[in-house]
C-alpha cells in the first residue's frame, strides 16, 4: 500500500505546485486589464454649490408670467412684452394675412375663433400646470414622449425600413447650429451621414450644401419662428420639406394661438416642448451662467441678473436642441456652434451681433462638460445614462 501511495502523492503535489505557478501567470497577465479597470471606476459625484442651484431653480419671471396667462385665460390678447402675436393688437378680427386651415380670414367673433380660443386655453393651461412641475428624470423619457410617440410614427407611416428602430434611440445624431463659422467649414457630408439631422430656426440649407448639407429630420424652433410662420399663406413653415417634423417651444403663452392655427394645416408633426423639459433648461444654463458669472468678475452673485437681462434671461434655441439630442440619440455630433472675431452671428444672415438675454460662454461651458464630464452637469437624475458627445469646430 504505501509503495501505492507515493505516486499518486507524487502527482498530486505535481499538481499543486503547477496550479500555482499558473495562477501567478495568469495574475502577472492580465495585471494591466485589472488597473483599467480601476481607471474606467465611476467618477465621485461632484460637489454643486447649494447656493447657486437654488438661485437657478428660482424663476424670477414667474411673478410676471403668472399675471400675462391669467389675462390670456381670461380672453385679454392685447399686446406682450416686445413680441405681439397677431392677436394682442387689441383689433376685432385677426390680421387678413393669418388664415385658417381652409384658407378663410379668422374672425376674433366667429364661431370658428371660439373653438380655437377653448382649445387655447385648454392647452395653456396644462402647460402651466406640467411647467410648475419639475422633472430631473424628464431626459430618461424623452425617446417615448418626443420620438416614438410622433416622429417615429410619422415617418414610420409608410415606410417598412424605419419600423426596426421605432422606438429605439437613434444611433447618431448631428445637431446643426447657426453660426457663421460654418462657413469656413465642409462638413456638409459628414452632417448628413448622421442617421439624425436636427436643425435650427429654419436656416436655410440652399446655397450651402458643403457647410452644412442637405439632409433634416428634424426642424426645431422656437416659437417667435411659427409666429412669424402664421402670418403666411396655409403657415407656411416648412424650408426643409413639408414631410419634416417640427419641434417648438414656447418662447410666449400667446404663441399657443399660432400653434393652434398652424397645427391643423401641417402634414408633419408640430410638436410642442414639454415645459418641464423647457425648466430643466433653464435651470441647467442659468446655473452655468451664475458660476461663470461669480468666477470671472469676482463680483456678488446678486448682481448677475443686470448682466444678464433679469427675467429676460433664456437658453438659446441650440442648448434646448442639444439637450434633445442627448436624450434620444446614441450619439451627438454638433456642428455650427461657436464664434470667431471674422464671422458672422449666423452663417445665413447678415447678423452679427449676439443677442444679450443668452449667456453663449456659459453654454460652451455646458458643452464642453457634455464631452468630457456630463455627471458634473446638475438637475439631471444620476439614472440617466449621457451618450458620447463631439464637437466639430
Given at each position: 500500500m504505501k509503495r501505492t501511495l507515493r505516486p499518486i502523492s507524487s502527482i498530486l503535489?505535481?499538481?499543486?505546485?503547477?496550479?500555482?505557478?499558473?495562477?501567478?501567470?495568469?495574475?502577472?497577465?492580465?495585471?494591466?486589464?485589472?488597473?483599467?479597470?480601476?481607471?474606467?471606476q465611476p467618477p465621485p459625484k461632484p460637489v454643486f454649490n447649494e447656493t447657486l442651484l437654488k438661485l437657478a431653480s428660482t424663476d424670477i419671471a414667474e411673478p410676471k408670467l403668472?399675471?400675462?396667462?391669467?389675462?390670456?385665460?381670461?380672453?385679454?390678447?392685447?399686446?406682450?412684452?416686445?413680441?405681439r402675436s397677431f392677436l394682442s393688437s387689441g383689433k376685432y378680427h385677426i390680421d387678413a394675412r393669418v388664415r385658417s386651415a381652409r384658407g378663410f380670414p379668422l374672425q376674433l367673433r366667429s364661431p370658428e375663433f371660439y373653438r380655437l380660443w377653448l382649445s387655447f386655453r385648454?392647452?395653456?393651461?396644462?402647460?402651466?400646470?406640467?411647467?410648475?412641475?419639475?422633472?430631473?428624470?424628464?431626459?430618461?423619457?424623452?425617446?417615448?414622449?418626443?420620438?416614438?410617440?410622433?416622429i417615429d410614427k410619422h415617418y414610420g407611416k409608410n415606410n417598412n425600413n424605419n419600423k426596426e428602430s421605432m422606438g429605439k434611440k437613434y444611433k447618431s445624431c448631428a445637431v446643426v447650429g447657426n453660426s457663421g463659422i460654418l462657413l469656413k467649414t465642409d462638413h456638409g457630408n459628414?452632417?448628413?451621414?448622421?442617421?439624425?439631422?436636427?436643425?435650427?430656426?429654419?436656416?436655410?440649407?440652399?446655397?450651402?450644401?458643403?457647410?452644412?448639407?442637405?439632409?433634416?429630420?428634424?426642424?426645431?424652433?422656437?416659437?417667435?419662428i411659427l409666429h412669424l410662420c402664421a402670418r403666411r399663406e396655409g403657415c407656411f413653415c416648412h424650408p426643409y420639406g413639408s414631410h419634416v417634423p417640427i419641434i417648438m417651444y414656447i418662447c410666449q403663452p400667446v404663441h399657443f394661438f399660432d400653434y393652434l392655427v398652424c397645427n391643423s394645416s401641417h402634414k408633419a408633426p408640430l410638436i410642442v416642448t414639454d415645459p418641464r423639459f423647457d425648466v430643466?433648461?433653464?435651470?441647467?444654463?442659468?446655473?452655468?451662467?451664475?458660476?461663470?458669472?461669480?468666477?470671472?468678475?469676482?463680483?456678488?452673485?446678486?448682481?448677475?441678473?443686470?448682466?444678464?437681462?433679469?427675467s429676460n434671461f433664456h437658453y438659446s434655441s441650440g442648448m434646448q436642441a442639444v439637450m434633445l439630442a442627448v436624450?434620444?440619440?446614441?450619439?451627438?455630433?454638433?456642428?455650427?456652434?461657436?464664434?470667431a472675431e471674422t464671422a458672422k452671428h449666423h452663417y445665413h444672415?447678415?447678423?452679427?451681433?449676439?443677442?444679450?438675454?443668452?449667456?453663449?460662454?456659459?453654454?460652451?461651458?455646458?458643452y464642453k462638460d457634455l464631452m468630457e464630464r456630463p455627471h458634473a452637469i446638475p438637475f439631471i437624475s444620476d439614472k440617466f445614462k449621457f451618450p458620447p458627445v463631439v464637437m466639430y469646430h
Open positions: 503535489l505535481l499538481l499543486v505546485i503547477v496550479g500555482t505557478l499558473s495562477v501567478r501567470v495568469l495574475l502577472y497577465r492580465t495585471g494591466s486589464f485589472l488597473s483599467e479597470a480601476v481607471v474606467f403668472k399675471q400675462e396667462i391669467e389675462e390670456l385665460l381670461e380672453g385679454n390678447f392685447r399686446s406682450r412684452g416686445r413680441q385648454r392647452f395653456l393651461g396644462d402647460w402651466w400646470r406640467k411647467r410648475r412641475l419639475f422633472s430631473p428624470d424628464l431626459m430618461s423619457d424623452l425617446v417615448s414622449t418626443v420620438k416614438a410617440s410622433a459628414l452632417i448628413d451621414s448622421h442617421d439624425a439631422v436636427i436643425r435650427l430656426n429654419n436656416a436655410r440649407t440652399s446655397s450651402f450644401k458643403s457647410n452644412v448639407g442637405l439632409k433634416t429630420t428634424i426642424s426645431f424652433v422656437n416659437s417667435n430643466l433648461c433653464a435651470r441647467i444654463v442659468k446655473y452655468y451662467s451664475l458660476k461663470r458669472f461669480v468666477k470671472i468678475t469676482a463680483k456678488d452673485v446678486a448682481e448677475w441678473g443686470a448682466a444678464h437681462e433679469g436624450g434620444i440619440c446614441q450619439k451627438v455630433s454638433i456642428f455650427g456652434f461657436g464664434k444672415t447678415s447678423q452679427k451681433a449676439e443677442l444679450p438675454l443668452h449667456d453663449y460662454e456659459a453654454e460652451y461651458e455646458l
